[in-house]
């Protein structure tokens, strides 16, 4: 999908954005899942997790593009919020600089 900076665009921090960097998507995520889940669906648990990579690939160039626009504003940020689930996904390790967790790992083996 196409990804763009808007005229006048600014990074907001606040509010959920002060935890989680996309709450839109784990909210899809959630959303999709959780229909799986009521209608007792195998297949839609798969469907839902087919999402994951589709999403993360997303999240991927979005962030790529805020970083190109906001710099060290967008970089400072990402290091102090994750990515989806709060104190889990996204956030940097402080046992190694300049690694992301989990969720960066996995995207960067699908090569999405």
């Known amino acids: 999908g196409l990804v763009a900076i808007q005229k ?3 990074l907001v921090t606040t509010g959920i ?3 989680i960097r996309h709450p839109s998507y784990l909210g899809l995520l959630i959303t999709v ?3 799986a889940l009521v209608f007792r669906s195998g297949v839609g648990l ?3 997790a ?3 990579p589709i ?3 997303r999240i991927t160039a979005e962030e790529r593009l805020l970083a190109s626009q906001f710099g060290a504003q967008y970089e400072a940020y990402r290091a102090r919020t994750s990515r989806l689930i709060p104190g889990v996904l ?3 390790s402080e046992a190694h600089p300049g690694f992301e967790c989990a969720d960066d790992e ?3 083996s699908w090569h999405i």
């Open 17 to 19: 954005y002060a935890t």
């Open 90 to 92: 996204g956030v940097k």
């Open 55 to 57: 999403i993360l690939g």
């Open 8 to 10: 006048e665009h600014k």
């Open 50 to 52: 087919l999402f994951v």
């Open 106 to 108: 996995l995207v960067s």
């Open 46 to 48: 798969i469907i839902a």
């Open 33 to 35: 899942a959780g229909w």
